[in-house]
Structures are given as C-alpha cells and as structure tokens.
Nanobody, 125 residues
Framework: QVQLVESGGDSVQAGGSLRLSCAASEYTSSYNCLAWFRQAPGKEREGVAAIYRGGGITYYVDSVKGRFTISIDNAKNTVYLQMNSLKPEDAAMYYC??????????????????RGQGTQVTVSS
C-alpha cells in the first residue's frame, strides 16, 4: 500500500509563498497521476492541481492558474505544489492523492486510490 505524506503547510500573510511536498513511500506502477486537493471549513474538497508522473502535463483549477505550480521529482517519489501570491481564500487543508489512469486531470477525490492525511495552510490578510 502506497503511503503519501504531505508537509510544508504553514501560516503566511497574503501575498506570501509556500511550497508543499508530498512524499510517496514507494514508486510503483499502481499510480501515474498525482494531484493536490484542498478543503476549507464548510466547503467541499476541490482539486487544485494534477500532474502526470511522466511529467510535462499539468492541470490546474482556474482559481490558482498563474499562481500555483505542481511539479514532480520521480527520483525522490515526491510531488510539490509551489504556491505564490497566496490569498486568504487559499487557506485550507491541502491533501495529496494518487491514482492510475489513462489520462490525468482533476478528478473527484474518491477516484484516487491513495490519499494523504493533509497539511494545513493558513493565509492571513
């Protein structure tokens, strides 16, 4: 069973930056798409960004385009989410997830076989 462990969450001021990391316990053929999700109190969980493990193809929700960048380091089994120009509305618990699919994209959280426990991001105005 692949374990995903997120880190990097913190409390920052609006306009600041954070980089989240998600380390997978192993590199297997059981997943080839990795994604970041977030959930704020009282809101539904939403997909933020996704990447194909082979690299080069990324997907973003409109609200973060131009501010967030998802990337992957296959040598370290780690996916990152660089978050710049943070806004108070970006505050949430951020989750990493992985699945195997013919095409990656921002699919619902339940479609991902592997999911992390989350890391908290707080953005103050």
């Amino acid at each position: 069973q692949v374990q995903l462990v997120e880190s990097g969450g913190d409390s920052v001021q609006a306009g600041g930056s954070l980089r989240l990391s998600c380390a997978a316990s192993e590199y297997t053929s059981s997943y080839n798409c990795l994604a970041w999700f977030r959930q704020a109190p009282g809101k539904e969980r939403e997909g933020v960004a996704a990447i194909y493990r082979g690299g080069g193809i990324t997907y973003y929700v409109d609200s973060v385009k131009g501010r967030f960048t998802i990337s992957i380091d296959n040598a370290k089994n780690t996916v990152y989410l660089q978050m710049n120009s943070l806004k108070p509305e970006d505050a949430a618990m951020y989750y990493c997830a992985a699945r195997r699919a013919s095409t990656c994209g921002l699919r619902p959280f339940y479609e991902y076989n592997y999911r992390g426990q989350g890391t908290q991001v707080t953005v103050s105005s």
